[in-house]
């Protein structure tokens, strides 16, 4: 039960954390595609 | 048959049993702290609610000035009663000004009343930051003795993780609640107090203070770790008449002013500098805050390691040499350089940060680190104002000198060198504190 409370605990904060990392991730992808930089302009 | 806030709230209902595990309590810490955190996304609304109450948006953004500076007056005015009343009463007080100040941005929204906005979000809200940041520290500092750079870390970076959250939670709830002239801001800031109201009660009802001499089984305090580290009590009226205390709130305001200008300019900074699309500098501060959030963790971890003296001096000096690394990467055109070197520079910011409190412990002893933490925080409210106040003013200054944008920036790197050498030398200024300052008695 302990365990149970625990793992729970944990998982309550790190899934909205991971939810937020991947978004950034998401949001930082374009830095590293290789687009010419004349084309994004 | 009166309630009672004390039996429930208080520090002696809060008192851990035998046998809890410690580990219970960073979840609460970094639910509490991932929800204020929001703090950091605030500009998210800044155009929603320029909108909604016809003013501008430098008129909005005062709700986000009045919130830091909030922060940093609470956290040093309500320091010692977070001390006396707990974590877990100081939590239910953070929930109630900082989710009643989401509620009173929404109510703002439905009044068009940009007073409503900075005294509901800008000071209800910022004393909740004020109350929510500081008690969550101090518990964890006391439940973790034994690894406290860690510790705090984890809270904290809970704090920087709430940007990541925030963010795009606002931006996901204004789509899908706005609609032609709405712009959804109302419901969204409605339901992130819904929301929020849920993480930052789970960690009240979580938190817990360890018994009165408690110690991790089998740890014994190490007496020649460092000469800096003391067993002994400081309380927050002594501590903060120490040249200490002043030479640890120059390290914390010379680390964050470096930091803050350019998380605030990143994306600005990356246009400016390698002519990249506007998508791309958005891609640049997501970038930047996952360093921000990371390093508050792995930078304050490290400081169990090499002692916190140690790994300021680690901050200050790599921190300068990538700053004076900078306009070289822009000159050669290294795009690759200036990210690495921009995000290690983040991740330090951060962890400045994250350790402070350890360092603040190391010093002061756990007796009342709290309070003592909450009157460091007003190096953090000063730097927030006066930083970006300062990088701001020399770009432009050198913008309308002639110099070319892409330019313009390295006066500035080289203003963040000069920052951090000198705090670089009140951090090495920092010596054990007399033993005149120390409590002869503590409960």
């Known amino acids: 039960m302990r365990v149970t409370i625990l793992i729970l605990s944990w998982l309550a904060v790190a899934l909205p954390l991971g939810w937020g990392v991947q978004q950034s991730v998401r949001k930082a992808s374009p830095l590293f595609e290789s687009v010419p930089v004349a084309t994004q302009r | 048959m009166g309630f009672s806030a004390d039996r429930w709230l208080g520090r002696a209902a809060t008192e851990a049993r035998a046998g809890f595990n410690r580990w219970l309590v960073p979840p609460a810490a970094i639910a509490v702290h991932m929800c204020i955190g929001q703090v950091y996304a605030f500009s998210v609304f800044n155009k929603p609610l320029a909108t909604e109450l016809g003013v501008t948006v430098p008129q909005v953004q005062v709700a986000y000035s009045i919130a830091l500076v909030m922060l940093g007056l609470s956290a040093a005015v309500f320091g010692k009663w977070v001390e006396r009343s707990g974590p877990r009463k100081t939590m239910v007080a953070s929930w109630l000004c900082f989710c009643g100040g989401l509620l009173l941005a929404a109510l703002a929204v439905r009044f068009q009343s940009l007073p409503l906005l900075l005294g509901g979000y800008g000071v209800l809200g910022g004393i909740g930051l004020g109350l929510g940041y500081i ?8 439940w973790f003795p034994d690894r406290p750079g860690m510790a705090t870390g984890m809270a904290i970076m809970g704090f920087g993780g709430g940007a990541l959250v925030g963010a795009p939670l606002a931006l996901e709830l204004m789509k899908r609640f706005g609609e032609g002239a709405d712009t959804g801001a109302q419901v969204a800031l409605t339901l992130m107090a819904a929301i929020y109201s849920g993480f930052m009660l789970f ?26 580290v003391t067993t002994a009590s400081v309380s927050v009226d002594r501590a903060w008449r120490t040249p200490q205390f002043w030479l640890l709130w120059v390290v914390l305001c010379m680390n964050v002013s470096a930091g803050i200008g350019v998380l605030g300019l990143a994306s600005d900074m990356l246009q400016n500098m390698f002519g990249v699309s506007a998508v791309v500098g958005g891609g640049f501060a997501g970038l930047l805050s996952i360093f921000n959030m990371g390093g508050r963790f792995v930078w304050s971890s490290v400081s169990d390691l090499t002692g916190r003296k140690a790994v300021y001096c680690i901050y ?27 995000a290690l520079i983040i991740s330090m910011y951060g962890a400045g940060f994250a350790t402070i409190p350890a360092y603040l412990r190391d010093l002061f002893g756990t007796y009342q680190v709290g309070a003592i933490h909450g009157r460091l925080i007003t190096a953090w409210s000063m730097a927030a104002v006066i930083g970006p106040s300062l990088i701001n003013g020399l770009y432009a200054s050198r913008v309308a000198a002639g110099v070319p944008k892409a330019e313009a920036y390295n006066g500035t790197f080289y203003l963040m060198c000069v920052l951090l050498g000198i705090g670089l030398v009140a951090n090495l200024l920092v010596r054990p504190v007399s033993a005149e300052y120390q409590e002869k008695t503590v409960n």
């Open chain 2, 316 to 342: 200050f000096v790599l921190g300068a040499a990538l700053y004076a690394t900078l306009p070289w990467a822009q000159q050669t055109g290294n795009r690759t350089l200036f990210l690495v070197c921009t």
């Open chain 2, 135 to 142: 008690a969550p520290v101090s518990t964890l500092v006391k």
């Open chain 2, 203 to 228: 960690g009240a009802v979580m938190v817990r203070v360890p018994a009165a001499g408690w110690k991790p089984a089998g740890w014994v305090p190490k007496e020649s770790e460092s000469k800096l």
